[in-house]
């Protein structure tokens, strides 16, 4: 069985920062990509950032500049680092991971960007 645990989010100023966590576990063979989706109230679910086994990363264009997604391969864990956080960042962030044995979405943390 495979479990995702995110941990990270949380409340945060305009301008401020948050590094969002997502370390897998279990038995997860061959992690092809992780990533990470966001989705806010009323909206559908989205793409933040993704990162695959050789350090190639894409990103939303409403947030490039501001995140950095990375991973630790020994650890099978991704980071999101978020600054310059806006109140349009509030949403519940996921973590996706696609592994040659099927995909797994964590359970979602809640990011607030408020004054």
């Known amino acids: 069985q495979v479990q995702l645990v995110e941990s990270g989010g949380g409340l945060v100023q305009p301008g401020g920062s948050l590094r969002l966590s997502c370390a897998a576990s279990?038995?997860?063979?061959?992690?092809?990509?992780m990533g990470w989706y966001r989705q806010a109230p009323g909206k559908q679910r989205e793409l933040v950032a993704t990162i695959t086994s050789g350090d190639s990363t894409t990103y939303a264009d409403s947030v490039k500049g501001r995140f950095t997604i990375s991973r630790d391969n020994a650890k099978n864990t991704v980071y999101l680092q978020m600054n310059s956080l806006k109140p349009e960042d509030t949403a519940v962030y996921y973590c996706?991971?696609?592994?040659?044995?099927?995909?797994?979405w964590g359970q979602g943390t809640q990011v607030t960007v408020s004054s």
């Open positions: 279990g038995s997860i063979f061959s992690i092809i990509f």
């Open positions: 996706h991971v696609v592994a040659a044995l099927g995909n797994y």
